[in-house]
Every structure is written in C-alpha cells, then in structure tokens.
C-alpha cells in the first residue's frame, strides 16, 4: 500500500479500473411494503421488493431525473411530485444488485435481504417496479 501511494500513477489507474458499485461500496436500503407492511407477503413469497406508481410506466426508458419529473407531473395525481420522483429515481438508479434492503413494518424489521436485478411487470396492478431479491433474514 505504501509502496503505492509513494506511486501515483499506479494508484490512479488501480482506482480508474474500479467499479462504481466497487468505489461506493454495499449501500444499505430501508424499505417497507406498503402503509402497515400490506405487501409484506408478497415481497417474501415472490422474493422482491417493489415501489409502486405504476402509471409512470418502465424506469428503464427514462435515464434523466428531470425527465422523470415531467413524466410524474404529466401522470401521477398526486400531491408530493418531488417525493415521488427522488423516490422513483432512487429505487431505479441508487439501489443497486449487490446492496442490502432491510424490509420494515410498523415497528418491526420483517427480514433482510440482498438485492438482485431490477425489472418492470406491467401485468401487475400495483407495485410494478421490481427488484428480485435473495432473502438473508
């Protein structure tokens, strides 16, 4: 390590090779299944976690926030624009495989669990916005 900071240019390109997930490491997420955890059992039987707003449609064809808050002012009736949008932009682009979910309930951690791959079920009425999830707790 000494040797390598006393050598920069092996330090920089050591780091310029690293992931992004590598850089920042395993994030850990606080998620709760709906008001009074009313997804809870959904989430554990299909092994996922997932947001809801579902008219905003498949987050994997908007890559802007500011677009994504045009789409939500455009599409949802909702009183908090802003909130649903960090909360959209977040679950799509800042929780990532890799990072862990600790699922709450009113009062209560209801399990644990490593996030897998996002993905979009349109064939669901709510709650469209998926990410697999490998259950630890």
């Known amino acids: 390590l ?3 900071l006393m050598r920069n240019e092996h330090v ?13 490491g395993v994030r850990i997420w606080k998620i709760s299944p709906g008001r009074n955890a009313r997804y809870w059992n959904d989430f554990r039987s299909q092994s996922i976690v997932a947001i809801g ?3 905003v449609g498949d987050m994997r064809k908007i890559d802007d926030k500011n677009k994504l808050g045009e789409i939500v002012d455009q599409k ?3 009183s ?6 960090q909360q959209l932009w977040t679950f799509y682009k800042e929780v990532s ?3 862990l979910v600790v699922v709450f309930g009113r009062s209560s951690i209801l399990g644990i669990g490593r996030v ?3 993905y979009f079920d349109d064939k669901k009425e ?3 916005r998926r990410n697999l999830l490998e259950k630890i707790f």
């Not at 908090?80 to 949008?85: E, G, K, R, S, V």
């Open 2 to 4: 000494i040797r390598g």
């Open 12 to 24: 920089e390109k050591q780091v310029s090779t690293r992931t992004e997930r590598e850089k920042r």
């Open 53 to 55: 707003w579902n008219d």
């Open 76 to 78: 949802i009736d909702y």
């Open 80 to 85: 908090a624009p802003n909130y649903t949008t």
């Open 97 to 99: 495989a890799g990072d």
């Open 116 to 118: 897998g791959d996002y």
């Open 126 to 128: 709510s709650y469209c």
